[in-house]
């Protein structure tokens, strides 16, 4: 396994969690991370990427402002702050990275990660 997702289960609508991405990867420094979610019946939806160095994050538009992605490279671990978090938010969550350094701003597909998490369930409750 090299992504391992952690830190799901039920949150309190209006509080906060935090999940972890730990990578088991050479050179965890070089790569893109980023965070998908998916509810049942919808396709893996992009929600936060950040780029090798940490200096760069993208959010989607309905996490901007309550999410914050990080990451310790000196721990090989990548890391989803969730604050705020609404009932909308209730989804299975993936971490995922990529060598690809070069088009950060636009790596918001599925098909731009070659590795992948198991996903880890976030249920908020009102």
């Known amino acids: 396994v090299q992504l391992q997702a952690s830190g799901g289960g039920l949150v309190q609508a209006g509080g906060s969690a935090r999940l972890s991405c730990a990578a088991s990867?050479?050179?965890?420094?070089?790569?893109?991370v980023a965070w998908f979610r998916q509810t049942p019946g919808k396709e893996r939806e992009f929600v936060a990427l950040?780029?090798?160095?940490?200096?760069?994050?993208y959010y989607s538009d309905s996490v901007k402002g309550r999410f914050t992605i990080s990451r310790v490279n000196t721990n090989n671990t990548a890391y989803l702050e969730m604050n705020n978090p609404r009932p909308e938010d209730t989804a299975v969550y993936y971490c995922a990275a990529d060598t690809q350094s070069w088009r950060v701003a636009t790596m918001r597909s599925v098909n731009d990660y070659a590795l992948w998490g198991q996903g880890t369930q976030v249920t908020v409750s009102s």
């Open positions: 950040i780029n090798w160095s940490g200096e760069l994050t």
């Open positions: 990867v050479n050179y965890f420094d070089t790569y893109t």
